[in-house]
């Protein structure tokens, strides 16, 4: 049935797209407002490119709780309520029903290089953010890109009653506009379940001079909170709106371009829409898209914490071709609590005081000291890591305050003193994997008690929990690749930057490397996506790339590399790198990426797969299943990038490892072993 209904969606683009032609007129925001921490030009406003520097021009704005009538909108937008009234055909005080559209009139003018209507507002509550402000309290008629721009507050040192300048997004009409016939130009607030069609009917236009005005093509995604332009050929009144499609009452109409989709049994999140956006297809290319989604959607089905905006997939282009883009649009419900979510993560970070920090951590005592300037403190009896840091952590800061993945470690408040940082994470109880994998090796390595007993079973670590550390690994590093916002490359991958939880599940951490991966022009192809050049080589020896140590490339295959370090650090219990020799001589250093090769080729693999392997899981673990996660871990440290498997690939040949480790019974092997050790 979703086949059908694909079909005859993309049977209506190809006929759609017939008729499209594209004028540049203005670049449409593209969920760019999302990304705070960028200053995308077309998030600061619109271009100043019209015929005219200052027009008459119209707002939508949806009624709140807070704001439903034309007194209290003309208020917040700098308005004239009377205006508003007149044009609604309502009276200056009557109650706007919750969520119903109404029409504002504003003069809006060039500033510099960019459009806008000017607005103030006053701060109400401490929670409120620059991002807040835009999003929520303007709907998105602002972005927290100009806010932040125009405003000489710094977003962390905003306080209740500061008042905030506010520039709204409107346009005046091109010239090419003019020559149409069009006068004015309406910013409408997109909701979630509108569609082009449906937003040129509301207004009574043409909807090829809807994708004109914003240099759209009808394949193309429109998101929520994104104005979109709708070009007016007079002044607008209420008899030209066909509000049975304004209004938020009335019932969603049935379209082809909309295909349900019921979650599979046990999940238990609510029905799930999904549209697909398809480009000039081809027949097959349905189908691949449909493979495509189905293996997307069952990969992801336990999750929903995940995306909102196109499904980037820089790795792998079966998932993401040029024509094919698919989409996730959820209904209002769904995309609430995901903004919810994102709202949370970025209000959640707490501002501590130096003195609250002091007092958590016994005044950073030495007791306390994690590691190197890491430090646990106790707030309220929970443990929290405190991590001290010279100079900008702006960067970490705002990468965690964005993500939020159950394997990526939690940032929870950060606190400025003397001009040094610190960052609260959450605590991982069992610290760091190489401490966990390594220390234990020392300690038997000094007493030479190597392959025999002398350690505690509790501290080693088990075959199903390796497993499930790489699996974990992975899914932190393919969320960030394919799946965050803007996509990022971790790029100091290593063991001692994996922390373990109370139930050894990996949490990945040091984001003061990481590197968005620059995915805002969507015309350059995905090679020079990928690329990105850097003369600054830091990482660490063993885990780097050798194309990053040689050219500084930077690529998501860098973080790929380092899994593969990582993984096989987790078969072999040896460090990344290690002197080899006697203790005290100066010795060659071994890398342990170079090792493996030697061990999976050639003669008598087994033989020395089993000599590779951890001495401590005392050869409890299925050789079968090792011997794959080595020949992925080969995969991944291979020299040419682009024999490494993308971070996609790993994540799903992890997961299947991982199923099959969890079906796996212990004591079969432990029989298997003695039986051998017996026989020698
Ligand atoms: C106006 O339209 C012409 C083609 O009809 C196009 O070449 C030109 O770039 C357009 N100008 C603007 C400002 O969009
Ligand atoms: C954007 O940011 C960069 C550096 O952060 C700055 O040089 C540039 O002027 C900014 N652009 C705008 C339009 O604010
Ligand atoms: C917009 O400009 C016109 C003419 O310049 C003026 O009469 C009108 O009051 C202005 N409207 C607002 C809301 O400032
Ligand atoms: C405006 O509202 C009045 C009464 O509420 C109604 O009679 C009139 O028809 C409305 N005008 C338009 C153009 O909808
Ligand atoms: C709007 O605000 C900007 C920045 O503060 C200012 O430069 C511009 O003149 C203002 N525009 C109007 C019409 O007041
Ligand atoms: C923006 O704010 C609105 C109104 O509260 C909310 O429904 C929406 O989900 C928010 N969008 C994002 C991306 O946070
Ligand atoms: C409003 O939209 C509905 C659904 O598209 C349509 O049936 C109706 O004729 C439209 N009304 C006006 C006045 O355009």
Known sequence: ??????????FSLIFFYQFHQSHSQQSYLNNKQLDCNKNWTTAMGFVCNGAAKSCKSY??????????????????????????????????????PFGNVIIVPVNCSCSGPFYQHNASYVLKSRLETYYSVANETYQGLSTCQSLIAQNDYDFRNLLVNMEIHVPVR??????????????????????????YEKIASMFNVDVESIYNANELSSEQIIHPFNPLLIPLKSELNIDMINTSLISPLAPPPPQLSVVPVSPPSGNKSSRKWVFLGVGIGVGFLLLILLLGFLLWFFRYR?????????????????????????????????????????????????????????????????????????FRATFKGDYAAVKMMKGEALEEINLLKQ?????????????????????????????????????????????????????????????????????????????????????????????????????????????????????????????????????????????????????GL????????????VILELLSGREATRHQGEVGKVGEEELLYATIRQVLEGENV????????????????????????????????????????????????????????????????LEHSRSLSHGR
Not at 315 to 331: H, R, T
Not at 554 to 565: E, N, Y
């Open 1 to 10: 049935m979703a086949a059908t209904a694909i079909f005859w969606y993309s």
């Open 59 to 96: 707002l939508t704005f949806r009624a709140t709780s807070t704001y439903n009538s034309p007194v209290t909108i003309a208020y917040l937008l700098n308005a004239d309520a009377t205006e508003i009234a007149q044009i609604n055909n309502i009276s200056d005080v009557a109650t706007i």
């Open 170 to 195: 409107c346009a005046c009409p091109t010239s090419n506009q003019t020559a149409k016939g069009f006068k004015y130009l309406l910013a409408y607030l997109v909701k979630s379940g509108d569609y």
């Open 302 to 374: 336990h999750r929903k914490d995940t995306l909102l905006g196109g499904a980037k997939n820089d790795d792998d282009k079966k998932f993401d071709s040029e024509s094919v883009d698919v989409y996730k649009a959820l209904p209002e419900k769904e995309s609430q609590s995901w903004s919810e979510g994102v709202k949370y993560a970025i209000e959640s970070l707490t501002m501590y005081e130096y003195e609250e920090l002091q007092n958590a951590t016994g005044s950073f005592a030495e007791a306390n000291r994690i590691k190197g300037s890491v």
């Open 403 to 551: 993500i939020s993945h159950s394997n990526i470690i939690r940032l929870s408040g950060f606190c400025l003193h003397d001009g040094n940082r610190y960052l609260v994470y959450e605590y991982a109880e069992r610290g760091c994997l190489s401490d966990l994998l390594h220390d234990q090796n020392k300690v038997t390595n000094r007493y030479g008690q190597l392959e025999t007993e002398g350690y505690s079973s509790s501290g080693t670590l088990n075959w199903k929990q390796r497993v499930q550390i790489a699996y974990d690994v992975a899914d932190a590093l393919n969320y960030l690749h394919n799946y965050s916002n803007p996509p990022y490359i971790h790029k100091n991958l290593k063991s001692s930057n994996i922390l373990l939880d109370g139930n050894m599940r990996a949490k990945v951490s040091n984001f003061s490397l990481a590197r968005t991966l620059n995915a805002d022009n969507q015309h350059k192809d995905e090679e020079s996506l990928n690329l990105q050049m850097t003369r600054h080589i830091i990482g660490t020896h063993g885990y780097m790339a050798p194309e990053y140590i040689e050219n």
């Open 554 to 565: 930077v690529t998501p295959k860098l973080d790929v590399f380092a899994i593969g370090v």
């Open 606 to 669: 087994r033989e020395k797969l089993r000599d590779f392997m951890d001495p401590q899981l005392r050869h409890v673990y299925p050789l079968d299943l090792a011997y794959s996660l080595a020949q992925l871990a080969k995969n991944c440290v291979s020299h040419d990038l682009n024999t490494r498997p993308p971070m996609t690939e790993v994540f799903v040949t992890l997961s299947k490892i991982l199923s099959s480790s969890l079906d796996w019974d212990p004591s079969d092997e």
